[in-house]
């Protein structure tokens, strides 16, 4: 069985993208691969606890996407730590910005993450961004 | 003597089925079978190929007025 080490970079705050890379995360982790997704920009502000933001649709594929039994991406992003031991990690300067803890982030992420290490970690890997 | 559950993720999209396959396997013996039930036809593909890259066992995969039935056998 062959793997790969799956990275993928968060930064869309619009549904569509944070579905698809929900379902690269969940679907790669349970295939086996070993995957780490960071989350930056405007996709960290789904992950503060008690956010209940719903992301926009950017096109008419997430206005019908939203009215149909499409598993949430937040869902999806901790099936992928559940089921297939992926690793979710806020991006620290998106913290620093919005002013956020690890406490106030959903317990099934990892410590605050930077660039230089996330780069140096993916540079033998896929690298997916959204 | 093996088990089999049902699994009904009819109504779900991809790739719901999918994850309610594999919480599912987590939870049953080595021997055991799970059936899901899916509506989904992304997932009737997407299914047995997960299964076989992971390495458990397609037992049956049949489709029934739109319905998908895959049998899935814990291997390990």
Same mark, same amino acid.
């Given at each position: 069985?062959?793997?790969?080490?799956?990275?993928?970079?968060?930064?869309?705050?619009?549904?569509?993208?944070?579905?698809?890379?929900?379902?690269?995360?969940?679907?790669?982790?349970?295939?086996?691969?070993?995957?780490?997704?960071?989350?930056?920009?405007?996709?960290?502000?789904?992950?503060?606890?008690?956010?209940?933001?719903?992301?926009?649709?950017?096109?008419?594929?997430?206005?019908?996407?939203?009215?149909?039994?499409?598993?949430?991406?937040?869902?999806?992003?901790?099936?992928?730590?559940?089921?297939?031991?992926?690793?979710?990690?806020?991006?620290?300067?998106?913290?620093?910005?919005?002013?956020?803890?690890?406490?106030?982030?959903?317990?099934?992420?990892?410590?605050?993450?930077?660039?230089?290490?996330?780069?140096?970690?993916?540079?033998?890997?896929?690298?997916?961004?959204? | 003597? =093996?088990?089999?559950?049902?699994?009904? =993720?009819?109504?779900?999209?991809?790739?719901?089925?999918?994850?309610?396959?594999? =919480?599912?396997?987590?939870?049953?013996?080595?021997?055991?079978?799970?059936?899901?039930?899916?509506?989904?036809?992304?997932?009737?593909?997407?299914?047995?190929?997960?299964?076989?890259?992971?390495?458990?066992?397609?037992?049956?995969?049949?489709?029934?007025?739109?319905?998908?039935?895959?049998?899935?056998?814990?291997?390990?």
């Amino acid at each position: 069985m062959s793997t790969s080490k799956i990275f993928v970079m968060v930064v869309s705050g619009s549904l569509e993208r944070l579905q698809m890379a929900a379902m690269v995360a969940s679907v790669g982790a349970v295939s086996g691969n070993e995957v780490h997704v960071f989350l930056s920009m405007n996709a960290l502000q789904y992950f503060i606890k008690g956010n209940d933001k719903t992301a926009p649709a950017e096109g008419s594929f997430g206005e019908t996407m939203a009215q149909k039994n499409v598993p949430e991406f937040k869902t999806l992003f901790e099936n992928a730590v559940e089921l297939g031991d992926a690793k979710i990690s806020p991006c620290s300067m998106a913290m620093d910005v919005l002013d956020v803890n690890s406490e106030d982030l959903e317990p099934y992420m990892t410590e605050p993450l930077g660039l230089t290490k996330f780069l140096s970690d993916s540079a033998d890997g896929q690298i997916w961004s959204f | 003597m =093996a088990e089999r559950k049902v699994i009904d =993720a009819r109504g779900s999209f991809c790739p719901g089925p999918l994850m309610e396959l594999i =919480a599912g396997i987590k939870l049953i013996e080595i021997g055991d079978e799970l059936e899901v039930l899916s509506s989904d036809k992304g997932s009737s593909s997407d299914i047995p190929e997960w299964v076989n890259k992971v390495g458990h066992e397609i037992v049956s995969n049949t489709e029934e007025d739109g319905v998908w039935h895959i049998v899935v056998r814990k291997t390990k």
